[in-house]
Antibody, heavy 123, light 111 residues
Framework: QVTLKESGPVLVKPTETLTLTCTVSGFSLNNARTGVSWIRQPPGKALEWLAHISSNDEESYSTSLKSRLTISKDTSKSQVVLTMTSMDPVDTATYYC???????????????WGIGTTVTVSS | QSVLTQPPSVSEAPGQRVTISCTGSSSNIGAGYDVHWYQQLPGTAPKLLIYGNNNRPSGVPDRFSGSKSGTSASLAITGLQVEDEADYYCQSYDSSLSASVFGGGTKLTVL
């Protein structure tokens, strides 16, 4: 059974750096047909794709947030980590990680999602 | 503004048919990239509903179907049930952004 679980702080202060961890099970982060994405959803708003990492460590980022994001993975721990710098109250959201099934390079769908973790940015 | 445009809301009576559109451009749907659809029930994580334009994952009822033409795609739901009330999102890849993109979401109300 494929599962993903997000973990990280519930509350961060403005200007701080957020670090979120996605722990996966039931599949390998080395599988060539899969990757992992991070997606967020502010309260009452739409989904926003943030970043993706592939099995061979290729990274891609949202154009608007690229300067603030870093995605990495530790295959031995079955974990994918997302860091976001300079947090602001507008970054308050539920953050999801999801497994990507890769059709061709860049073209993939998110076939299994974690339950999400809610992050509030406030002083 | 989302790169993929969806109507904010649609509503229909139980048992009826509804379609949700997803309009893109020549750098995403029109470039031949697949469209995928997700269902988000209230208070839950999104769930894959349709992948590769018109394929249903195991367990998704055949009341749900997808199609794609030109720079647009559509999700159709037949035999509407109250439990279909949810937010629906389309997703594709955009070559000019080199990024995955979501639509703004459509809230389905089953009256």
């Amino acid at each position: 059974q494929v599962t993903l679980k997000e973990s990280g702080p519930v509350l961060v202060k403005p200007t701080e750096t957020l670090t979120l961890t996605c722990t996966v099970s039931g599949f390998s982060l080395n599988n060539a047909r899969t990757g992992v994405s991070w997606i967020r959803q502010p309260p009452g708003k739409a989904l926003e794709w943030l970043a993706h990492i592939s099995s061979n460590d290729e990274e891609s980022y949202s154009t608007s947030l690229k300067s603030r994001l870093t995605i990495s993975k530790d295959t031995s721990k079955s974990q994918v980590v997302l860091t976001m710098t300079s947090m602001d109250p507008v970054d308050t959201a539920t953050y999801y990680c999801a497994r990507n099934y890769i059709i061709v390079a860049g073209d993939y769908y998110m076939d299994v999602w974690g339950i999400g973790t809610t992050v509030t940015v406030s002083s | 503004q989302s790169v993929l445009t969806q109507p904010p809301s649609v509503s229909e009576a139980p048992g009826q048919r509804v379609t949700i559109s997803c309009t893109g451009s020549s750098s995403n749907i029109g470039a031949g990239y697949d469209v995928h659809w997700y269902q988000q029930l209230p208070g839950t994580a999104p769930k894959l509903l349709i992948y590769g334009n018109n394929n249903r994952p195991s367990g998704v009822p055949d009341r749900f179907s997808g199609s794609k033409s030109g720079t647009s795609a559509s999700l159709a739901i037949t035999g509407l049930q109250v439990e279909d009330e949810a937010d629906y999102y389309c997703q594709s890849y955009d070559s000019s952004l080199s990024a995955s993109v979501f639509g703004g979401g459509t809230k389905l109300t089953v009256l």
